[in-house]
């Protein structure tokens, strides 16, 4: 298969997750789809293993896949992606996910000490008064009120869930030079489904698999089946494939997609906040494109380990 189809696949997918997890949500609690959706896929990534690999994994291995991938990159992002979805428009979370090169600039201030070049700082400027516009976009709309105050509080869930997954791979870079990402993704989807297990046996005294309805049954279907299985499985061919700078690129897909499902699906409709929001951050990227790419995250891993 052509690695760079796969990677389109893989954001086609990952863009219509954001509407489609929250038309699921109306009936299906969170973190019960979320335990689901991670531990039906970890059983289906069983046969695909080379369970040798298991040796090369160190102590420190261990540490950062279960900090840097297990709770950052999955428990952290999706418990706050799905908070988020229950009190916002789903369209602002691939918007605000947009943004991690903006997270990626900051952090290489604190840890680095970088001095940025005059088109990066512009760019990232620019990039964050989009991601500011988006977050602020309820309160400036209509004023605040205890809806408006929701939706706020879910752009923000979102701006967090973007930050753990931001940071995960920076953790991992070291272990994904020596175990597969493959191996190192189930090992992170069974962990944290274990965290949602907990979560979810609250959720159970009032949800039970009797209430389940179409809504839910198409959250767990995509959730286990194509958003977390397949997908990752196209990313992961595609990053063998290709350079991992040239990766990024396909996460523009995301938001596109989002808006394309959100219409007929939940009525989501993107305002003038929004399209202005988006514009500005895609501009911002844009602008520090050629350095954001070539960011040296073994640089920013040292200073985390």
Do not use: C
Request: aromatic residues 16%; hydrophobic residues 55%.
């Amino acid at each position: 298969m052509n690695p760079i189809l796969a990677l389109i696949i893989a954001n086609f997918i990952w863009g219509a997750a954001s509407p489609v997890f929250k038309f699921a949500l109306e009936n299906i609690p969170p973190f019960t789809l979320a335990f689901i959706r991670f531990f039906g896929a970890s059983l289906l990534f069983i046969p695909f293993i080379k369970w040798r690999e298991l040796t090369k994994i160190t102590q420190g291995d261990w540490v950062r896949i279960i900090i840097g991938s297990a709770f950052l990159g999955v428990f952290v992002n999706i418990f706050f992606f799905f908070l988020g979805l229950q009190r916002t428009v789903s369209i602002n979370a691939p918007v605000i996910a947009s943004s991690s090169p903006i997270l990626l600039f900051i952090l290489s201030i604190i840890f680095l000490k970088e001095k940025p070049k005059l088109n990066v700082l512009l760019g990232m400027i620019i990039a964050f008064f989009g991601v500011l516009l988006i977050i602020l976009m309820p309160l400036l709309s209509s004023g605040i009120n205890a809806k408006d105050l929701g939706k706020f509080e879910g752009n923000l869930f979102f701006l967090i869930a973007t930050i753990g997954s931001t940071i995960s791979p920076i953790i991992m870079k070291k272990t994904l030079n020596k175990v597969s990402l493959l191996l190192v993704t189930f090992i992170a989807f069974f962990i944290s489904s274990l965290g949602f297990l907990i979560l979810m046996l609250p959720e159970q005294k009032t949800w039970n698999i009797n209430m389940l309805n179409l809504n839910g049954v198409i959250g767990i279907i995509f959730g286990v089946f194509f958003s977390s299985a397949l997908a990752y499985y196209l990313y992961i061919y595609g990053l063998s494939k290709i350079k991992v700078q040239e990766v990024g690129i396909f996460t523009y897909i995301d938001p596109v997609i989002a808006v394309i499902i959100a219409i007929p699906l939940l009525g989501e409709y993107p305002n003038i906040e929004f399209i202005i929001g988006t514009l500005l951050i895609f501009l911002g990227i844009f602008i520090g494109e050629n350095r954001i790419h070539y960011h040296p995250f073994h640089r920013i891993a040292k200073y985390l380990r």
